[in-house]
């Protein structure tokens, strides 16, 4: 868990307060490639990006792995149930 601490303190707060949409740029382009879009205008794609730049940093992956492992994960969230 202090591993996503890290990330999430150290990496992507940071990106989003100084909204720095070039450092998830990339990764936006590549997901949409992929057909997943994100609105940016709105602050919880910004965070979820911002959190995935950090993640594929840190780790050393390449798109396709951040890509792969993003769309098994979220495929489990939309299956799930909300309370």
């Known amino acids: 868990m202090d591993f996503v ?3 999430r303190l150290l990496g992507a ?8 949409y070039r450092s998830i740029e990339r990764i ?35 798109d396709e792995q951040l890509y792969r492992h993003f769309r098994r994960n979220s495929a489990k969230l939309r299956g799930s149930k909300h309370r």
């Open 5 to 7: 601490r890290e990330i």
């Open 13 to 20: 707060d940071e990106l989003y307060h100084k909204q720095d």
């Open 28 to 62: 936006e382009e590549y997901f949409s490639s992929q057909g997943v879009e994100f609105q940016l205008n709105l602050d919880g794609p910004f965070i979820l990006l911002a959190f995935c730049y950090e993640l594929k940093h840190r780790l050393g992956w390449q």
